[in-house]
């Protein structure tokens, strides 16, 4: 068997875990709560499409919210992933380019200060307060010379810290009935209306992670640095821009519907490629897939670790992902 | 016969800083062209020019008649190949991955591996004897080793015009050699225009048909090894005195550098 052909073995063996995993966290939620079901409420929820409580439990609450920790956790890797062929750099991801951020003003704008439901322009909007902050952060780092990665980051996190602020005076000007309810989704969370956000994210997501997936190629030539991407023949400016908009919108459209949660966008990514490596058209599938499955579990630790009640997810993550991110840095030395 | 790339009177300015000052050259098929210049000189500069990545202040450029900006990127690609001076030094790939990358111009985003794709990049890792290294990540092999992968995804991409930035700069005397002989091969068999970019003086006399000696950005002499290997020119362009022979072995010419003494010492 040729090397090219042992490899896509290996790489289908590792999705196929990957999806087994994925699919044994969704169950796992879906089965863990505050009300044990009896497994006949699964057969009734599930086969018989029932609607007695324990049915309407599993199919109003506890499955959507799996879906939407499925579809948050894979558009945060798979942005994360992009951002940092983006800017060749590690330590990129959605959070420190102010993209998050810049979502994040987006939402609260709509949500705090307009009409009293805005779901379904929620993202939209989102996606334009993080394409104004990509926007503005990519022009501030620009120069005659071009733009290097390191000046990106630094005008992000710049810009970033800027957002937070803004975001704070947001939130603090906001009618008083609304404040707990903005901080407590700014520290990113998916308890609420689970039905609704899934149906309103799903294409966000779909469509964002299916252009990242036909841009895989130029991913790969991007890692080779602006001048030999041209050189090899692709049109760096468009696939960069195209790249630019589509992570933009799907980090802002998450943080439009779950708030603020950290570090998968930039663990996840390095997770996948220790398991396919760093080709993009493997990386993507499988970062989305790690993604869904480490948020699932975090979502399910967030609201069964603590008997007084729910934790926000970000805070798992960011708990669970520092530790596992110094693990993978030391292990591979560095490098990945 | 017509040249494959040429360039007319290319300025080039960094700032405000003349960097190319009206610099022609000629690629033709078949033909291995050597740059040689001090450091500085502004050999990357013009490989930067010529292959579109920087655009020239004054001054045209053509393309197999055309500018290099107008055609579409994976068309131009397909005629011209470019390798930079820096190897990536942490690129995340194996070098069979990264050589691979060369095939882009003719997959496209969506198009498949094709086994023509697998030939070519199985035979440019085979001419830069990188076939036993294949698997190994770029950054775990050494700095001669992932030059020669430059040269080797240079070799995939299978352009008719091939702009090479210092590519012997990290390699042995036998990968140097190996080198320019698969260049040449290239040249006669493929009908490549080559150019490379260089500091080997003896060497590239034994190989390249035609050398352009560049020298502040201007082209300071150009022809045939003999014309522009003289004692003169160095002298001018790099500040060393040397004494060119021709090598009995090959009949080539043979460029020694002779030992500064102190001013007033006789021999
Ligand atoms: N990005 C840059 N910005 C400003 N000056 C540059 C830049 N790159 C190269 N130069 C200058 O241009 C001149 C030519 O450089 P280069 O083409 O790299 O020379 P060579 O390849 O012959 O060593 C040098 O004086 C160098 O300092
Ligand atoms: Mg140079």
Redesign the pocket.
Known sequence: MSRGRVETARFGTVLAALLSALAGAVVLSTATGPVSIPFGGFVDAFLRGGDGTPARILLSLRLPRALLGVLVGGALASSGVAFQALLRNPLADPYILGVSGGAAVGALTVALFLSADASPVLPLCAFLGAAAAALSVFLLARRR?GVSPERLILMGVVVGAFLNAVIMLMVTLSPPGKIPGALYWLMGDLSLGTPRRVAVLLPYVTAGSAVLFLLSRGLDLLLLGDSEAFQAGLSVERVKTATYLTASLLAGSVVAVSGLIGFVGLIVPHGARALVGSGHRRLLPAAFLLGAAFLVVSDLIARTASPSGELPVGAVTALAGAPFFLYLLRRNGGRS | MNPALTARKVEFR??D?D?LRGVDIDLFPGEVTVLL?P????????IKILSGVLSPRAGDVLLCGRPPRSFPRREMARLLSAVG?DPPVDFPMTVEAYVALGRFPHQGFFGGTTSEDREQVARALDLTELAALRGRALSEISAGERQRATVARAIAQGATVMLL?EPTAFLDIRHRVAFYEVVTRLAETCGVAALV?SHDLSLCAEYGERIVL?SDGAVAAQGRPERVLTPENVRAAYGVEVACDRNPATGAIRVTPLRARPPGVET
């Not at chain 2, 450091?39 to 013009?46: E, I, M, P, V």
Request: no cysteine; net charge positive; proline share 0%.
């Open positions: 010379s | 960094y700032g800083r960097i210049g450091n500085g000189s502004g050999k990357s500069t013009l001076q930035d970019a560049l």
